[in-house]
């Protein structure tokens, strides 16, 4: 007699079971696209705060980078001389891309057009042409920082806006995207365009799927019941 309860039983644990898969199943591809969305908003969040985007604006760094180019940069990274660094400026009040020249406590001297640090000349072989200025001589102090074009003769820089100090230098230039990866702004636009994009989409999927996935969970539901019934009284049938 105890038989057919056994086997009614057994029934409904498994249509239960059906129905946790079916749902499992239907959730598990909208989770995985979220979880994959929010992964890729964290990834670009961490590249931006800790390898900033420059754009080069205008000739002052010719021929080393040309205007358009994309440069990314390394935050916290230990500054040499003949670096080239992402700073900005109070006194422009923007942003600018120069090559470090002096370090802290290093004497600078311009005389009869070179450049002289701690009374030895540069070479410098990155400068787009033959420098025409004026003579000057500072030491710098102990968080300040020298810098120049390498266009010397269409550059503002530390012979205008003075040396640099270190809290204005946002990172060093470690790839030219353009360049070494043909990336532009034109690329880096429309991917702004996508994230935007893609941003959207994950918003109304979320309010979208906050009202219809429970829909669609009480038609299982209601589905896996009348199945269970169905099941049920088969089962009493069969006895």
């Given at each position: 007699m105890n038989e057919?309860?056994?086997i009614s039983g057994e029934k409904l644990s498994s249509a239960e079971t059906d129905n946790k898969n079916k749902k499992e199943k239907h959730f598990s591809?909208?989770?995985t696209l979220q979880f994959l969305f929010l992964l890729a908003v964290i990834a670009l969040i961490i590249f931006i705060r800790q390898m900033p985007l420059f754009t080069v604006d205008g000739h002052s760094m010719d021929h080393t980078y040309s205007h358009g180019d994309l440069l990314?940069?390394?935050k916290n990274a230990d500054i040499k001389a003949g670096d080239i660094l992402i700073i900005y400026s109070d006194?422009?009040?923007?942003?600018i891309v120069k090559r470090c020249i002096g370090l802290p406590g290093d004497k600078v001297e311009i005389r009869d057009n070179t450049v002289y640090v701690n009374g030895k000349a540069l070479k410098e072989d990155y400068i787009a042409e033959p420098m025409i200025t004026e003579d000057l001589s500072i030491t710098l102090a102990d968080d300040e920082y020298f810098v120049m074009g390498d266009n010397r003769n269409d550059s503002t820089d530390s012979r205008e806006i003075g040396?640099?100090?270190k809290n204005k230098i946002q990172a060093k230039v470690s790839h030219n995207l353009t360049k070494e990866y043909h990336i532009t702004t034109a690329h880096l636009k429309w991917f702004k365009r996508i994230i935007i994009i893609a941003a959207a989409c994950y918003i109304i999927f979320t309010i979208l799927g906050s009202f219809l996935f429970p829909l669609f969970r009480r038609k299982d539901e209601k589905g896996s019941d009348s199945a269970t019934e169905e099941d049920t009284y088969s089962g009493e049938d069969s006895e």
């Open positions: 057919p309860d056994n591809l909208a989770d990314v940069g390394e006194v422009l009040s923007e942003r040396p640099i100090p």
